[in-house]
């Protein structure tokens, strides 16, 4: 009797195991579980849990900010409430005058230069726009609660006024905006139903005496330790290779490419590239429009414009191209 059973036993364990393994092996798990709240869900016409490019309402470069995963698609955590991208390398990236990207609990560690638990006006050394839409409370200081969106799960600060703006006539409506209705009615100061250019983005600028920010021990000069952005940032301003900024070297805008032996000649192809371009257009924004718009660049997205194969590797080539785009954009638009 008990040497018939073990083996039926063992079948239905391998039947049992089998079936999991089949369930497994079908595919990726649904998009969003049942009952998972989800952002953007009433743009999901056909309700497979996810939307894509021709379901979007709204721009191409905001599709592309919540695209993290670059598929022409957004599921999973792109659009499931209280994710946030995972740009943990942004500081490694960052240009002064650019967005505030670091949203994390060392960014917030970084700023917070006195330890009281949120950043004022004075410890900020960014945009407005991100200190505006951070501030949820409207209170004048961003919270560590409201820095890493832990209160409100609909924050939607990476979506830009300039990408909202889908059809470009200066403001955004409510058909337009992608967050909650109440982060729509505290940046309406006006309540008049529509979200302005300077509800949203305020002074575009950070602030006016920007060397005076950073110097936070207001010793006159800024060390790496005070340092916000990208290393290499720092290097093209620190002309005498002391490990220190002076004002004069912290408002340089000119640099020349690193010649080190670390950069390859698709680096060295890109930035050449990159510098011309980014020139450029830096131009063309203070002509035509007088605006300051480096982050709405979208050569900085491919970053290989010019690229040729028998340069080297993409990735140096987009490294340069970026790294001169950015300083050749500061170039043309010239003072702000």
């Not at 006006?190 to 949203?200: A, H, M, P, W």
């Amino acid at each position: 009797m008990s040497t018939a059973v073990a083996p039926r036993a063992i079948l239905s364990f391998i039947i049992f195991m089998a079936a999991v393994g089949t369930g497994s092996a079908q595919g990726p798990a649904p998009a969003q579980p049942r009952g998972q709240r989800v952002r953007f869900a009433e743009m999901d016409t056909n309700n497979d849990g996810m939307i894509s490019r021709r379901e979007w309402r709204g721009s191409d470069r905001s599709f592309e900010v919540h695209d993290w995963n670059h598929d022409n698609m957004l599921s999973g955590d792109e659009i499931r409430t209280g994710s946030r991208r995972d740009d943990s390398g942004a500081i490694d990236r960052a240009e002064p005058g650019e967005p505030y990207a670091d949203w994390t609990p060392r960014g917030f560690s970084s700023l917070d230069h006195n330890r009281d638990g949120r950043l004022t006006r004075d410890e900020w050394h960014f945009d407005y726009e991100s200190f505006r839409r951070a501030d949820h409370n409207r209170d004048g200081s961003i919270s560590r609660a409201e820095f890493l969106g832990e209160d409100d799960a609909e924050d939607d600060r990476d979506d830009r006024f300039d990408y909202l703006d889908a059809n470009k006539d200066g403001r955004i409506t409510r058909l337009e905006w992608h967050g909650t209705t109440e982060r729509f009615q505290a940046l309406d100061d006006d309540r008049d139903g529509v979200l302005t250019r300077r509800e949203v983005r305020g002074p575009d600028e950070p602030p006016a005496d920007l060397f005076s920010s950073v110097d936070v021990n207001r010793d006159n000069r800024v060390t790496r330790d005070e340092w916000h952005w990208s290393r290499g940032s720092f290097d093209n301003r620190d002309r005498n290779r002391d490990g220190v900024l002076t004002r004069d070297e912290f408002s340089s805008q000119r640099a020349t490419a690193p010649t080190t032996p670390s950069r390859s000649e698709a680096w060295k192809q890109g930035y050449a590239r990159g510098l011309n371009e980014g020139r450029q257009a830096g131009k063309e924004d203070k002509q035509l429009r007088n605006q300051w718009d480096l982050e709405g660049q979208s050569e900085l997205e491919s970053a290989d414009s010019g690229y040729d194969a028998r340069f080297g590797v993409r990735a140096d080539y987009q490294g340069g191209y970026r790294e001169g785009f950015r300083l050749g954009y500061r170039e043309g638009f010239g003072p702000r």
